[in-house]
């Protein structure tokens, strides 16, 4: 787990996340869901129309260890 992600669920726990302007775990898997839906239509990641910078950081580094953790017979969302 990076570090990005590992501050971030110390933010929700202590119900930090959003006196910072971060989303809160349901949001975040939300933007992840969304992201992966129409990541291919964007020419690159950031192209995507992100709401905050934030959320390109945290909804990103994410998905890149999702799809890390994917087998190779499986495809990544």
């Not at 964007?42 to 260890?65: C, G, M």
Request: charged share 15%; with cysteine.
């Amino acid at each position: 787990m990076s570090n990005l992600i590992r501050s971030f669920d110390c933010l929700v726990l202590n119900g930090e996340s959003r006196h910072a302007g971060l989303p809160d775990e349901h949001m975040l898997y939300v933007l992840v869901l969304l992201y992966s839906v129409r990541r291919g239509l964007d020419n690159s990641p950031e192209a995507y129309p992100w709401k905050a910078n934030a959320h390109y950081w945290l909804v990103t580094t994410f998905h890149s260890q999702m799809c890390a953790k994917c087998s190779g017979s499986q495809s990544c969302v």
